[in-house]
């Protein structure tokens, strides 16, 4: 089996697993039922689930099954750390981010103390959205059908006299997400009543990029796309680097099949590395920026990539770092993705201007939004050939 065949293999296992199983602090609270698969499903998943080495790659009906998406939902994304932004976007006083997983609408705030927060976007009153888009400079949240007012950490600030709740206010504030943990400048979330910490499921990950700063990176860019196609396909093309010569072409300069080797550990990621990069002329050349401080030599000279289960996927280079986080719309066989261009906190060069820097970070922005562009295309292939 080659070395991207398994790395796909590993991502429609792993979906599977996590789709299939009762977590022990669900199954035994009396009237929860979680939906399960159908007597269908269950016999096109066992070739999937047999031993890596003889397993099979997941039946189309996974990708586009309403069924089965309610599950993915409520079970990856429900019961499991998923990633929900980056910490940049809530960086402020006064920044909100609305996430939506799904039919499940999240608001992460930051308030005046600097601390980050994440509650369901539902009013305690009457359960309409208080937050119906992510903003700046806000200073509290109302609900629009009766006016309760909430803070940004939370508690409930006001409403009006007729509305006045028997409740003491401090019981009626905003309901919060279980588990709120960050790595690596990016906001993960949980939903259990009692999550695990997230460093049990990274592994050996925050170990190896330890001399990578990425706490301290600096935004540049983002671009949003909608998916025609489910969130596995995604996940799936980022660890197959077999299509990059017939797919994207310029990447295939710098970035070639022959050079990805496995960088697996424990913990819930897939891994790679490409060793060396080469230099050709292009955006992201070694020579147009500075690189992360501490880095070794081999990995001055290396890209690192990473699918981080179950939705966000990582590629860092010696100056810069882009992910692809993706989240399943409303609609089955639909993904919301963003793309984010982060550099690293030395990639400005001492004798480069800031004007030539901008320029630099947008000739590499406009780069590996081509190449995002090219997966899109080819995505949509996919979706319609799954259908």
């Known amino acids: 089996m080659n070395i991207a065949r398994r790395a796909m293999m590993q991502v429609h296992r792993r979906a599977l697993w996590h789709a299939c199983r009762i977590p022990r602090t669900l199954s035994t609270i009396p009237g929860m039922e979680l939906p399960v698969l159908s007597e269908k499903l269950e016999e096109l998943a066992r070739p999937t689930k047999r031993r890596i080495e003889e397993a099979k790659v997941l039946h189309p009906a996974f990708y586009t099954d309403q069924s089965y998406a309610q599950i993915e939902r409520e079970r990856l994304f429900g019961m499991n750390w998923f990633a929900a932004a980056h910490v940049h976007e809530v960086s402020q006083p006064g920044d909100v981010k609305v996430v939506e997983v799904g039919k499940t609408s999240i608001i992460l705030t930051r308030d005046k103390n600097y601390k980050l927060h994440a509650f369901y976007n539902s009013c305690r009153h009457r359960g309409a959205r208080v937050c119906s888009s ?9 609900c629009p059908y009766h006016w309760w007012a909430y803070r940004l950490d939370g508690s409930l600030k006001a409403t009006p006299p007729a509305a006045m709740p028997k409740e003491r206010k401090e019981d009626l504030g905003l309901l919060r997400v279980p588990g709120l943990e960050t790595f690596a400048g990016i906001v993960f979330l949980n939903q259990l009543p009692n999550p695990p910490p ?24 983002t671009k949003n796309y909608d998916i025609g196609g489910d969130w596995k396909l995604i996940a799936e093309n980022f660890v197959d680097f077999y299509h990059i010569d017939a797919v994207h072409p310029e990447l295939s300069r710098f970035s070639r099949v022959d050079d990805h080797m496995p960088y697996q550990g424990d913990g819930q990621y897939v891994g790679f590395v490409t060793s060396p990069l080469t230099d050709c002329g292009g955006p ?8 992360f401080a501490r880095l070794r030599e081999v990995e001055s000279k290396s890209a690192l990539f990473f699918h981080i289960f179950p939705n966000i996927s990582v590629t860092i280079y010696p100056h ?3 992910t ?12 919301e993705e963003q793309l984010t261009l982060l550099m690293a906190p030395e990639a400005r060069k001492s004798d480069v201007s800031e004007d030539e820097h901008q320029e630099r970070c947008s000739a590499l922005f406009d780069f590996v939004t081509s190449v995002n562009d090219e997966d899109a295309d080819i995505l949509r292939e996919l979706a319609t050939a799954s259908a």
Do not use: A, N
Not at 134 to 142: A, D, F, M, P, W
Not at 212 to 221: A, R, T
Not at 324 to 335: E, I, M, N, Q, V
């Open 320 to 322: 810069s770092v882009y």
């Open 284 to 291: 992201g050349d070694s020579i147009k920026f500075g690189q």
């Open 324 to 335: 692809l986080l993706t989240l399943p719309s409303k609609t089955p066989g639909r993904t």
């Open 134 to 142: 992510s903003t700046k400079g806000c200073k509290q949240l109302v």
């Open 198 to 221: 997230l460093r049990d499921c990274l592994g050996d990950l925050p170990e190896k990029l330890k001399r990578y700063d990425l706490d301290d990176m600096e935004l540049f860019s």
